[in-house]
């Protein structure tokens, strides 16, 4: 184990803004990646539903 | 497309990959949970300080694992355009769509990292080295090939045009990973290569190879989720995505 103390873990060795800098940006981009393709299949199965539609109504 | 031209053509259809990616998505976005709490787990906790670096080397677990995804789903992305663009597969293309956000996401991150950890290493967050220049040339080549195919309204004709773009850039590939070999550069060395044993501790390069493969598992599981979503988008009218509505699936 590298770390006796939360606070020591957390500061990085003094190269904290690095550090996290890097996996925390990195967690973000996956967490917005991934909420982004939920929305896209929400709004292509809503087109699906909207192209049903049209086509009953033109029916 | 035709039918029965070659009988294994049939799973180039998009109704039969949409299920088949809708079972094996979940699997991969599993494993790439599981591998990256491993990975994180090796990363801060097994790994020990660097003697030189101190604790600013940790960023290597997510940098070479991001950069070793940007260049190896460029390649990815680039067969399966040539694929398109060989055999007309309606399939290929959206695959190849498919997998260029993910690859563009993780370029961006092998610069961001790159950044952070250059600073306190060399003092600077960006120089105009071969190996940092063609890596932000790999992440142009990926908003491009998307501009590109998005700026073309017919999507056909958008696929043909982009997999030419997405074929020609290849060529950047090895010029990024051969780099530090070809020119003068501030970056270090290849960390692990065929034929040398590995230049860092044994557990510094599992918890990178960990890293690696749940990034792998991780882009896998975002480009079968993606090319479903643009299976509903440009087959929206189709029979068989109608037939989805009918059966709640």
């Not at chain 2, 460029?74 to 959206?94: D, E, H, I, K, P």
């Not at chain 2, 290569?193 to 860092?200: A, C, D, E």
Request: positive net charge.
């Amino acid at each position: 184990m590298n770390w006796t103390a939360a606070g020591e873990f957390f500061s990085m060795g003094g190269y904290a803004f690095y550090v996290w800098g890097s996996f925390l940006v990195t967690a973000a981009c996956i967490v917005a990646e991934v909420l982004l393709l939920r929305a896209r299949r929400r709004q292509a199965l809503a087109r699906v539903r909207a192209e049903r539609i049209r086509h009953e109504a033109k029916a | 497309m035709d039918t029965g031209l070659i009988q294994w053509f049939r799973y180039a259809s998009p109704q039969s990959f949409y299920r088949l990616a809708g079972r094996m998505a979940p699997w991969f976005a599993w494993l790439a949970a599981l591998s990256a709490a491993a990975g994180l787990w090796i990363a801060f906790f097994v790994a020990p300080t660097d003697a030189q670096q101190g604790e600013s080397y940790r960023i290597i677990f997510v940098h070479v694992p991001a950069s070793w995804m940007s260049m190896f789903l460029y390649l990815v992305m680039a067969g399966w355009a040539g694929l398109g663009l060989a055999f007309n597969t309606r399939l290929s293309a959206m695959m190849a769509h498919a997998i260029a956000p993910t690859g563009a996401m993780f370029a961006f991150l092998s610069l961001w990292t790159g950044a952070l950890w250059g600073r306190p290493t060399w003092g600077a967050y960006w120089v105009w080295d071969a190996r940092l220049t063609s890596e932000l040339v790999l992440f142009f080549l990926y908003l491009g090939y998307m501009a590109l195919h998005a700026a073309i309204d017919d999507p056909r004709r958008g696929d043909r045009a982009a997999a030419v773009l997405a074929l020609v850039g290849a060529i950047n590939v090895p010029i990024i990973y051969f780099s530090v070999q070809w020119w003068n550069t501030l970056h270090q060395g290849a960390s692990v290569s065929l034929t040398r044993s590995p230049s860092m501790a044994a557990t510094m390069l599992a918890g990178m190879l960990v890293m690696a493969f749940a990034f792998w598992m991780y882009s896998i599981a975002a480009a079968l989720a993606r090319v479903r979503a643009i299976m509903l988008e440009r087959e929206a009218h189709m029979e068989w995505t109608q037939a989805l509505q009918e059966s709640g699936a």
